[in-house]
Nanobody, 124 residues
Framework: QLQLVESGGGLVQPGGSLRLSCAAS????????IGWFRQAPGKEREWVSF????????YYEDSVKGRFTISRDNARHTVSLQMNSLKPEDTAVYYC?????????????????WGQGTQVTISS
């Protein structure tokens, strides 16, 4: 089955930074919009960020605005989520998802392919 693979998670202290990457296994991301989601312990999965197919439109959940940046590489092979000024409440499993025709970008049902998730832990 076609899958996405997230990488870059880990343990960092509050105020630190991590850069997550999303890459495709078995297909290209060139023609897919990408969303990042996260799921914290005891909570439902929530939308975090989105980048459209043309790479000229991005959106962020309010709590990460000004701290997180989503981007594509120059060849459009991968999508990254740069996370700065991390807070304990950012602790979650982070997932990337790809959709060929995403309209409602906060909705999980809009995306066709998902990664396995990567753990991000912010702790002193």
């Amino acid at each position: 089955q076609l899958q996405l693979v997230e990488s870059g998670g880990g343990l960092v202290q509050p105020g630190g930074s991590l850069r997550l990457s999303c890459a495709a296994s078995g297909f290209s991301l060139e023609h897919y919009a990408i969303g990042w989601f996260r799921q914290a312990p005891g909570k439902e999965r929530e939308w975090v960020s989105f980048i459209d197919i043309t790479d000229d439109t991005t959106y962020y959940e309010d709590s990460v605005k000004g701290r997180f940046t989503i981007s594509r590489d120059n060849a459009r092979h991968t999508v990254s989520l740069q996370m700065n000024s991390l807070k304990p409440e950012d602790t979650a499993v982070y997932y990337c998802a790809a959709g060929a025709w995403v309209v409602a970008h906060t909705m999980e049902s809009e995306y066709e392919y998902w990664g396995q998730g990567t753990q991000v832990t912010i702790s002193s």
